[in-house]
């Protein structure tokens, strides 16, 4: 069983930068694919970043250049660092796990979820 839990959320202006951080119980992270995903009000889901146990990645388009996702597996936690942020990120995100890359970049069924934290960018 892998808890997720995310931090790092806010208010900022546009222009502005957050970094999102997803703390991992359990023993095992390193071989969990990492992913953070947000859905804005009446929107659909989408994935935001992934990265493999071993640091490979993938970005949407709409986040290359300005998102940056990391992990530091000694510590069991993944992060997105969110640079240049507008007001079409405002959404809430949510960390998520998987077992297998190819599921994490199709947007899931994942085997774990964290609760989520509010992301709001002013403009």
């Known amino acids: 069983q892998v808890q997720l839990v995310e931090s790092g959320g806010g208010l900022v202006q546009a222009g502005g930068s957050l970094r999102l951080s997803c703390a991992a119980s359990?023993?095992?992270?390193?071989?969990?694919?990492m992913g953070w995903l947000r859905q804005a009000p009446g929107k659909e889901r989408e994935l935001v970043g992934a990265?493999?146990?071993?640091?490979?990645?993938y970005y949407r388009d709409s986040v290359k250049g300005r998102f940056i996702i990391s992990r530091d597996n000694a510590k069991n936690t993944v992060y997105l660092q969110m640079n240049d942020l507008k007001p079409e990120d405002t959404a809430v995100y949510y960390c998520a796990a998987d077992s297998t890359w190819a599921t994490m970049i199709k947007a899931g069924p994942y085997d774990y979820w964290g609760q989520g934290t509010q992301v709001t960018v002013s403009s």
């Open positions: 990265i493999t146990g071993g640091g490979s990645t």
């Open positions: 359990g023993r095992t992270f390193s071989r969990y694919a």
